[in-house]
């Protein structure tokens, strides 16, 4: 959302909740003094009360900000991209990048804080218990206005859970607001197929009800669009779950993705099967998406007034701390010439500064002397897409594969697949001859969407859904985990064996050892 980071009326999630500490004070009260029962009187309430839980989950996912602390934000991309193939620990990595690379993860690592999503959901259960008080206090708050809020309290708190599931599987459940610091924070674990079943896909489902729909959205916000694509990524990550998961989940992400395409773009027409950007204009996605037919829901950092937004993956105020993979660099690099997503991600130049960088969020031009502008690489507003048409349509084309429906499947990764190298001429699409079975097109979807979505918090959950750590990881692991021995100025490299180790318990993300101290009745993540 684009405002200044607030800090709104939020629940104690301090050590008296047991969750886990956190940089900030939070507590009871607004920082100014006035109590709970003074807010929620007028529309400007509401509007605060969003703006607070966007401001929450804005930080937790982007960037350091203008402190330039690890410990704050980031995690869109540590959660979703740096424990996979694509990225790697640079030479200015902190111990955390490294744990998260080489996946010897512990519970004192920075990212395995749950708290940010926990202040998220707090500030979505206050509104969600009082936003409709408004309207029998302000009589120009209609139930549309009501409505529509709670929807995307309903969502966001979803939103917050789905990733809590992903990344540490079963957690506590709050629901209400935490209004009296007498009572004990502390709760068990709750399993995480019932926070999917019985929490999630509830408030998605509550949130797509109240919903005005067939607006035209705002990309910042959460809308039509974004509530089916939540949905729809519910149902795919349900149907990856072993023992659990079934054809039916598949099924019903299609459903949502259906729904989805009928919606309204930025730019007032319905997304539909052939919505997606140009190849010239690849890029605008995540330059401009307020502005793009692709644009569903992105994160917007201004630099003007939060700071820079250091996203590990470029520069920050410092070095910084992740890098492209260089086995992976090298293989994209090899397209260049006929891949237009190449040269506007990377830099395919050597240039003797930030080489190693994800430049496709910003709109820079690496050249031979560096990259231009050169001074100002900190001072851009970074627009993060939590989902867009492109990642919709792979999805969508996985959702097919994964029922056996091979046509629709490669109709789909067509369209990203062509789009992506119509350079100067349209290139035909990929032959149905070439994935004629449900794993080599599942597979190719896959290799498709490690270039299209580089660096947009996908990848490593992929590979945990699609069941593919193993194979991808595996060998990267073992070099990545090699031993150099040197004797007699000859060195022997022997790479190691054991792969991606207590699989599948290391999928998921230790509880931090701060949220264990403070409540006493979680149990750490086996494995851990």
């Not at 005005?212 to 910042?220: A, E, I, R, S």
Request: net charge neutral; glycine share 6%; charged share 15%.
């Amino acid at each position: 959302m684009k405002m200044k980071k607030i800090l709104f009326i939020a629940l104690f999630f301090g050590t008296a909740i047991g969750i886990s500490s956190c940089k900030k004070d939070i507590s009871l009260n607004p920082p100014a003094g006035v109590t709970i029962d003074a807010y929620f009187k007028n529309q400007k309430d509401i509007t605060a009360s969003l703006a607070g839980i966007y401001s929450a989950f804005q930080e937790e996912m982007t960037g350091a900000g203008s402190t330039n602390d690890e410990g704050l934000g980031g995690r869109y991309h540590y959660w979703g991209d740096v424990r996979a193939d694509q990225f790697a620990a640079s030479t200015y990595a902190t111990y955390s990048v490294v744990e998260m690379y080489n996946n010897t993860l512990e519970f004192s690592n920075s990212a395995t804080d749950w708290n940010g999503l926990y202040r998220v959901i707090s500030r979505t259960n206050l509104g969600i218990a009082y936003y409709q008080q408004v309207a029998s206090y302000d009589i120009n708050v209609t139930q549309t206005i009501i409505n529509n809020s709670l929807a995307q309290a309903y969502a966001m708190r979803a939103e917050s859970y789905f990733y809590i599931v992903r990344n540490w599987g079963d957690a506590p459940v709050f629901t209400t607001p935490y209004d009296d610091i007498t009572v004990s924070g502390s709760k068990p674990r709750t399993k995480a197929i019932t926070l999917i079943d019985s929490l999630i896909i509830p408030d998605l489902n509550k949130a797509y009800g109240l919903l005005q729909k067939q607006q035209t959205p705002v990309v910042w916000y959460i809308n039509e669009g974004a509530i089916c694509a939540i949905m729809a990524d519910v149902y795919m990550w349900r149907a990856g779950l072993a023992g659990i998961g079934t054809q039916t989940d598949y099924q019903n992400a299609i459903t949502w993705y259906t729904k989805l395409l009928a919606t309204k773009n930025p730019l007032g027409t319905a997304y539909g099967t052939t919505g997606i950007e140009t190849t010239a204009n690849w890029k605008n996605p995540f330059l401009n998406p307020a502005n793009s037919p692709e644009g569903i829901w992105s994160i917007y950092w201004d630099y003007t007034v939060n700071g820079c937004a250091c996203i590990p993956v470029f520069v920050g105020l410092s070095n910084n701390p992740v890098q492209l993979d260089p086995n992976f660099q090298a293989n994209f690099k090899r397209f260049y010439k006929t891949d237009t997503r190449v040269a506007k991600s990377i830099d395919t130049l050597n240039t003797l500064n930030h080489i190693n960088m994800l430049y496709k969020y910003y709109n820079l031009t690496p050249t031979a002397a560096g990259i231009t502008p050169s001074t100002t690489i900190q001072n851009y507003n970074v627009y993060l897409p939590m989902y867009r048409l492109s990642d919709i349509y792979l999805s969508l084309a996985e959702a097919y594969a994964q029922t056996n429906d091979l046509p629709d499947a490669l109709k789909y990764l067509n369209l990203i697949y062509v789009r992506a190298r119509s350079i100067t001429s349209t290139v035909p699409g990929i032959p149905a001859t070439q994935y004629t079975t449900q794993a080599s097109m599942v597979d190719g979807i896959l290799a498709e969407s490690q270039f299209e979505l580089l660096g947009e918090g996908k990848r490593w959950f992929d590979l945990v859904r699609m069941g593919r750590v193993h194979q991808i990881m595996d060998p990267i692991l073992n070099q990545r985990n090699a031993t150099l021995v040197t004797v007699n100025g000859t060195t022997t490299v022997t790479l190691d064996t054991k792969g991606f180790q207590d699989a599948p318990n290391r999928y998921l993300w230790p509880v931090s050892q701060s949220a264990l101290n403070a409540n006493k009745l979680l149990v750490q993540n086996p494995g851990y």
